[in-house]
C-alpha cells in the first residue's frame, strides 16, 4: 500500500478555512476524518466532528484553535450519517458550552437519511446527547449557511450515503467534498448510479480546490473526479463484456474471478462488494436481468 501524506493536525488552508484533523486514523479513515472551521469573525461554522472514541482528544485541538481565533461555533454541518463524522457531535456541544457558557448552543444540520435507506446508523454510531438530537435540524439542497467571511451553499450528492451533503464556499469557489471525493485513495459508496450523478454535480459546481473528508487537500478537482468517473465506467464496461462472453447467466464471484485474477483472493470479497454495486445500476437502467443469485446481460444492451 502506498504511504500516505502526512498531514499536520492543524493547518491554516486559507483565510476561511482552517482543517483540524479528528484524531481517529485508521484503515478507512486514513490520516484521520478533516473537519472544517470556515469563517473570518467570532462565529464560525464547524463542517463535521469526528469520532466518539477520539473526541476528547480532538476537542482539545478544537478547544486551542476556537481560542487562538477568538471564536465560537454557530452552525455544526455534518456531511454524513458515518460515525466518523458525526460520531463527535455532543463533545463539539459540551465544548461550546464550556466555553461560552449554557446558553450557547450551536445549530447541527445534517441531511435526512432515505425512509427506503438500509443503511441507517445504528445505536452504537449514532449521538446519544439529546441536546444534539434536538437540535438536529435538517439540510435542504441550495440552501445557504452565512457567517462573517463566507457563505456555504449545500450540495445534496448521495451515492456514498443517502444523507450526503458536499458545501461549497462561494467566496473562495472551494467545495468540501465529504467522503464523496476522498484527498488519496477511491472513495466507496452505496449507490453507484446516485454516487456517479454526484460526481457530475460536483463537475458541474467547477470548484477551484476541493477539501474533502480524508487525505490532503485536491488541488485539481476536475482531474481528480473525471478519473473517478472513468475508473467506474472502466470497471462497468469489464462487468458487461464478462457477462456477454458467457453462455449462461454467471453469479458475483465468478464474475470477480474473471476480473480480478491477479489480485489476490483474500480482496475478492471487497471486489464483489463493487461489482454487486455495479450490477445493481445496471439492474435499473434495464442492461442486466437477475435470476436468483445469477445475472445476465439483456440482449437489448449495447457492448
Given amino acids: 500500500m502506498t504511504a500516505l501524506t502526512p498531514i499536520p493536525l492543524i493547518t491554516r488552508l486559507s483565510g476561511r478555512v482552517i482543517r483540524i484533523l479528528g484524531c481517529n486514523p485508521g484503515p478507512m479513515t486514513l490520516q484521520g476524518t478533516n473537519t472544517y472551521l470556515v469563517g473570518t469573525g467570532s462565529k464560525r461554522v464547524l463542517i463535521d466532528s469526528g469520532d466518539v472514541d477520539t473526541a476528547p482528544e480532538y476537542t482539545k485541538i478544537l478547544s486551542q484553535v476556537l481560542k487562538e481565533e477568538k471564536a465560537t461555533i454557530e452552525h455544526l454541518v455534518v456531511t454524513h ?91 473562495e469557489a472551494a467545495l468540501f467534498s465529504g467522503d464523496c471525493v476522498l484527498g488519496e485513495t477511491s472513495a466507496v459508496f452505496e449507490d453507484l448510479r446516485d454516487y456517479l450523478s454526484s460526481l457530475e454535480r460536483i463537475l458541474r459546481a ?60 483474500n480482496l475478492w470479497f471487497a471486489a464483489a462488494t463493487n461489482v454487486n454495486h455495479h450490477l445493481e445500476k445496471l439492474l435499473k437502467e434495464n442492461r442486466v436481468a437477475q435470476d436468483g443469485e445469477k445475472w445476465l446481460l439483456k440482449s437489448t444492451s449495447s457492448l
Avoid at 108 to 135: G, I, L, N, T, Y
Avoid at 234 to 245: D, H, K, N
Fill in 81 to 171: 450519517w458515518h460515525h466518523d463524522h458525526i460520531g463527535g457531535v455532543p463533545a463539539v456541544l459540551d465544548l461550546i458550552k464550556s466555553l461560552g457558557g449554557k446558553s450557547a448552543l450551536a445549530t447541527v444540520w445534517k441531511f435526512p437519511c432515505s425512509p427506503d435507506d438500509d443503511h441507517q446508523p445504528d445505536d452504537d454510531h449514532q449521538p446519544d446527547d439529546e441536546e444534539s438530537a434536538a437540535r438536529c435540524d435538517p439540510l435542504k439542497d441550495e440552501q445557504s449557511i452565512r457567517i462573517e467571511g463566507a457563505t456555504l451553499r449545500v450540495k445534496h450528492t448521495p451515492g456514498h450515503t443517502t444523507d450526503h451533503a458536499c458545501l461549497v464556499l462561494e467566496d
Fill in 206 to 265: 467547477e470548484p477551484r480546490v476541493i477539501y474533502p473528508g480524508h487525505g490532503p487537500v485536491v488541488a485539481e478537482p476536475r482531474a481528480k473526479v473525471l478519473a473517478y468517473i472513468e475508473n467506474r465506467m472502466r470497471r462497468e464496461q469489464q462487468i458487461v463484456q464478462c457477462l456477454g462472453s458467457r453462455a449462461g447467466p454467471c453469479d458475483v464471484m465468478e464474475i470477480v474471478s474473471e476480473m480480478y485474477k491477479d489480485t489476490p483472493q
